[in-house]
Structure formats: C-alpha cells, structure tokens
Antibody, heavy 125, light 108 residues
Framework: QLQLQESGPGLVKPSETLSLTCTVSGGSISSSSYYWGWIRQPPGKGLEWIGSIYYSGSTYYNPSLKSRVTISVDTSKNQFSLKLSSVTAADTAVYYC?????????????????WGQGTLVTVSS | EIVMTQSPATLSVSPGERATLSCRASQSVSSNLAWYQQKPGQAPRLLIYGASTRATGIPARFSGSGSGTEFTLTISSLQSEDFAVYYCQQYNNWPLVTFGQGTKLEIK
C-alpha cells in the first residue's frame, strides 16, 4: 500500500525559504507515469494546489506561487521536495504531498489519493 | 483560474437523514470534478471522481451528480462518521486544479 510522509521544519522565519520533503513508500517514483503533487491548507481554510512533478523532473506550478516555488525529485531516495522562498505569515499552512488516484492499475491525473498526513509549517519570527 | 463555490458553508443534518451539498464552477468543467471528505486533523480522502464515480471503498450512500457548472454530493442516510468537511475540486483545467472553500456537515 502506497504511503507518503512529509517532513521538514515546522517553523520558518519570514523572508526565509520553506523546505519540505515527501518520502514515498510502498511504490516507486521512478516507475510511475504521473505527476506527484504538493497541496497546502492554511489553518481553518480551504485547499490550494502548489505544484506537481514527474519522475523525470518535469514540473507544473500554480501561477500564483510560481515565482517562489521549486519542486524537485530524487528518485534514488524515492522522494520529492518543495521549496518556497520569501515566505510570509500567509504561507503558514498544513502542507500535503499526494499522488493521483489509481484504480485497477490505471492512474489518472487530476484527483489525488492517497495524501500524506500533512505537516504544519508556521511562518513566524 | 476556475473558481469553485460551495454551498452552504455549514449544513446541519440529523443522523439518518439525507444531506445535499452543492458545488458550482465559474465556467464549465464538464464532468471533471471530484469530492473529498476531511475530518479534523486528517488529510482529505477522495470520495467521488468524474462527478459521479465512487472511489474504491466508498460506501454506496455517497453519490455525486452534475456536469458543466453545477454539481451535487448526496449522502443518503447520514452516519456518525460522515460529519466532516467536504470539498469539491475541478481538474478540467489540469494541472491548475482548484478546490471549493468547503462545506462543513455538522450534527443537528
């Protein structure tokens, strides 16, 4: 059963760079044929797609965050990572990594399941 | 960007009754819509995709309908474990997927 686990600092200072890693177990990023995603959720608010990455390193980013976001992949570690620069209090959120839903061996882009448990990142001095 | 609007923001329903949640898209998303359930402290869980197809393991009391700009999630007979926040998500504009702001389903 595929599982995803986010990790990284829970506290980041304003203007610094937020860095998170998603570790995948029970499946291989390098043998996948879909985009792995990052999604965030500010406390008490809705969900926002941040960006997605293919095993080859091809990426898509949300235009609203594109200037500050970098997503990368390390297939040797079965991980993909998120960097968000110049953070402010508005970037305080639970950050999730997720995979497209697969059924009967077919995975389709667009909707996500499973998700990691999420990690809260607070931006504060 | 396609804006998803959910209504109502909060819905109070008694256990055993039917709940109907709405989601509207700012432009047509065809049937490219998903519904998620989120409980406190947990990640969202996929319920419905393709507007009406239940994900693996989702009980039959959950059903989705609609196309274009108007969608509905119906829970036919509410169980205690169904009280949660529900989000719709469009993926017609993939990879720029967008979510609604959520409907909180609470016990009446």
């Amino acid at each position: 059963q595929l599982q995803l686990q986010e990790s990284g600092p829970g506290l980041v200072k304003p203007s610094e760079t937020l860095s998170l890693t998603c570790t995948v177990s029970g499946g291989s990023i390098s043998s996948s044929s879909y985009y792995w995603g990052w999604i965030r959720q500010p406390p008490g608010k809705g969900l926002e797609w941040i960006g997605s990455i293919y095993y080859s390193g091809s990426t898509y980013y949300n235009p609203s965050l594109k200037s500050r976001v970098t997503i990368s992949v390390d297939t040797s570690k079965n991980q993909f990572s998120l960097k968000l620069s110049s953070v402010t209090a508005a970037d305080t959120a639970v950050y999730y990594c997720a995979r497209p839903y697969c059924t009967n061996g077919v995975c389709e882009e667009g909707w996500f399941d499973p998700w990691g448990q999420g990690t809260l990142v607070t931006v504060s001095s | 960007e396609i804006v998803m609007t959910q209504s109502p923001a909060t819905l109070s329903v008694s256990p055993g009754e039917r709940a109907t949640l709405s989601c509207r898209a700012s432009q047509s998303v065809s049937s490219n819509l998903a519904w998620y359930q989120q409980k406190p402290g947990q990640a969202p869980r996929l319920l419905i995709y393709g507007a009406s197809t239940r994900a693996t393991g989702i009980p039959a009391r959950f059903s989705g309908s609609g196309s274009g700009t108007e969608f509905t999630l119906t829970i036919s007979s509410l169980q205690s474990e169904d009280f949660a926040v529900y989000y719709c998500q469009q993926y017609n504009n993939w990879p720029l997927v967008t979510f609604g702001q959520g409907t909180k389903l609470e016990i009446k």
